[in-house]
């Protein structure tokens, strides 16, 4: 709201929303009434005074328009593109002075800075912006995808690398560079008004910050951000280097339109050369500037915002707007670290315990309050110099993760964190594992057996998700690996008994890969042809493509008619890869004569995953699908349709 004007209070940012919103319903005299009413402790805000130029436009007062126009630039108004296009001050154009205007906007160094605040999905909010009371209005929570591994996205082990990456830069201070971009394409003119602010508010918080001409920073080691504005870039021509818990994005229409046959470079692309997060829209938003993230992006992020935080108070409208990355990383914040007095790590207790949390000696910034979460719930408050009460009698026998969080008395509300295993016995419970494995692999079946004296239900549950129920005091479990994911996992083991006395217990498993598929030795069959083998009734033909939704119909397969497409393809190096099958019927999938996938009533996606081992690969799919329809992809790095470049046959 402009960096000239004075602090708006809750109230008058209420108001302001609501007169926006009487605008949007075009009812000039009532959102001019509002305006005007804010005006009186507002007359520096360049966005008031803007608003005020289109008010008066409409109601054709076009002296008093062109009036708050001149005012709006003179306090800071600088987005001359939208300026320029905007269709609320047309009658304005044709008037004396408004090229001059324009060509102010052009020219001036932008006077424009924005708040940046830290975000609590507790919080709740009216829908006029306004922070709402308890139990009133709307609560929200900022959401970005981790990973994308279909159509152009990453591998499974990108992903894991750029989550672990960004993890590993919190707090770490970063000394790199953060590039805005300057080009002739519409995309990066859009933002250019606020690149200058930008880098001017990057500098005095001592990051490094730069305006650049071109698509991509070029033969740069310290690349810590990127603004570009590009539909495509091809990132290792530049010759640059993205440091961990960098933010980098171009701008594109459908950048975030990750199917294979899309035209512009897919944000994925920022990921696996090294940035923690980038954003893309979906479909064409054409050049305006509110659904994608303007340049203070990087000015959140450098005063120690989340990259979730950051992303979401750079975009006005993001709901065409994919954010892809790791939302919590925060490389620039100044985190606290938490202590405490009274509570030692794997002490057993009962009955109330008090303690108190504390930050490091070496800790100058004020703490505006503590949290304790208990058993991932938030159990209680409190402000410094105060303590703890827990009373534990309430609570099931067993182990816990006490996390103990200081919230740092800024905006941002950084926060840093203590957490404290402890066990608690009150009722006399325990939780006995009589089989547990401490490994399985991804495709065999997870065997428990759990007891606990007088139990009446056993539960367990996996981050909170119920795998399953069992009624008496024994439960024998059986969990499918696949349904865990890859990799090491805590299963919570809850018991109960009629007497509401309760116990838990955790269980550490590690889900492995199945056996690696081995390659086969195809070559020796002679020489491949391009293109997979589809038989049907007696028939044979070669298929060198299943992008098409008819490709079966078109090959002459009729609905609900059995047919075998077969094919064979090649794996540089060891690898996991999936296959992913879409269609109604009865489908089976056999790799390297090994069934994968055996299912009699397909109906949506079926996503297998491959654990393949360099060398050539055979696979062969046996179905009877109704349309006839079916949609295949493979890869390792994203997936796509099978096609001639990639599978061959041979000669029946």
């Known amino acids: 709201l402009g960096t000239l004007d004075q602090p708006w209070q809750t109230s008058e940012k209420a108001l302001y929303q609501q007169a926006l919103s009487l605008f949007n319903q075009k009812k000039w005299d009532a959102a001019c009434n509002i305006f005007l009413k804010l005006e009186e402790a507002h007359s520096k805000s360049p966005s008031l005074l803007y608003n005020l130029a289109c008010c008066m436009a409409w109601k054709d007062d076009l002296k008093q328009a062109m009036e708050y126009l001149e005012r709006a630039v003179a306090m800071g108004w600088c987005n001359y593109i939208h300026t320029l296009q905007d269709p609320d001050i047309q009658k304005l154009r044709n008037l004396p002075g408004f090229e001059s205007l324009l060509r102010k906007m052009q020219a001036m160094e932008a006077r424009y800075n924005v708040d940046s605040n ?65 080009n002739d394409d519409i995309r990066s003119k859009t933002r250019q008004y606020a690149f200058k602010s930008a880098v001017d508010v990057l500098q005095n918080l001592g990051i490094h910050a730069q305006i650049e001409t071109g698509i991509l920073p070029q033969s740069k080691s310290n690349v810590m951000g990127v603004m570009a504005g590009t539909s495509n870039f091809a990132w290792l021509e530049s010759k640059s280097m993205i440091l961990p818990g960098a933010l980098c994005e171009h701008f594109t229409s459908l950048g975030g339109a990750l199917k294979q046959d899309s035209s512009q470079t897919p944000i994925t692309t920022w990921l696996r050369y090294g940035a923690a997060g980038t954003s893309g829209t979906v479909v064409e938003p054409y050049a305006i500037a509110a659904k994608f993230p ?178 008496g005091p024994v439960a024998k479990v059986q969990i499918p690996g696949k349904t865990l994911g890859l990799g090491k996992i805590t299963l919570e083991i809850l018991g109960i008994t009629a007497a509401q006395s309760s116990a838990i217990a955790q269980i550490s498993v590690e889900i492995l890969p199945p056996p690696v598929l081995a390659a086969s030795s195809a070559r020796i069959y002679g020489k491949p042809i391009p293109g997979l083998l589809l038989t049907f009734e007696g028939q044979q033909k070669i298929i060198q493509s299943t992008l098409a939704k008819n490709w079966l119909l078109e090959s002459g397969v009729q609905s609900e008619q059995s047919f075998v497409l077969q094919g064979y393809f090649d794996v540089p190096s060891k690898t996991i890869a999936q296959f992913q099958l879409r269609g109604i019927g009865a489908i089976q999938l056999i790799c390297d004569s090994t069934t994968v996938l055996d299912i009699e009533k397909s109906e949506g996606w079926q996503y297998i995953p491959l654990f393949l081992d360099r060398g050539s690969h055979s696979f062969t799919i046996k179905a009877k699908v109704f349309g006839p329809e079916l949609d295949i992809r493979f890869g390792s790095v994203g997936t796509a349709s099978l096609d001639q470049s990639l599978f061959y046959h041979f000669e029946p």
């Not at 419970?429 to 991804?442: D, K, N, V």
């Open 118 to 182: 830290g975000f609590r999905n507790a919080y709740s909010w009216t829908n006029f912006g306004a922070m709402a009371r308890s139990g009133e209005g709307s609560r929200y929570l900022l959401c970005t995808m981790l990973g994308f591994t279909s159509g152009r996205g990453n591998s499974l082990d990108e992903v894991r690398s750029y989550l672990r990456r960004s993890k590993a830069a919190d707090g770490t201070q970063p000394s790199g560079t953060i590039y805005y971009m300057l």
């Open 294 to 471: 303007n340049a203070f992006l990087h000015v959140h992020y450098a005063r120690g915002c989340t990259l979730a935080e950051s992303f979401y108070q750079s975009i006005q409208n993001p709901m065409q707007l994919i954010i892809l990355g790791d939302p919590m990383t925060r490389p620039w914040a100044k985190i606290p670290v938490v202590e405490v007095d009274g509570l030692i790590p794997n002490q057993t207790y009962k009955g109330k315990i008090q303690f108190q949390a504390k930050v490091s000696a070496m800790e100058s910034r004020p703490i505006h309050h503590y949290e304790l979460f208990v058993a991932g719930r938030r159990y209680a408050a409190c402000f410094p110099g105060e303590k703890f009460d827990l009373e534990t009698s309430y609570l099931p026998d067993g182990k816990y993760l006490v996390k103990l969080v200081a919230v740092v008395n800024d905006p941002v509300q950084t926060n840093g964190q203590l957490i404290v295993p402890i066990y608690l016995q009150n009722h006399g419970q325990e939780i006995q594992i009589l089989a547990c494995p401490t490994t399985i692999c991804y495709n065999e079946m997870l065997n428990l057996e759990i007891a606990m004296r007088d139990a009446t239900e056993i539960l367990v549950l996996h981050n909170a998700r119920r795998l399953a129920s069992v009624s």
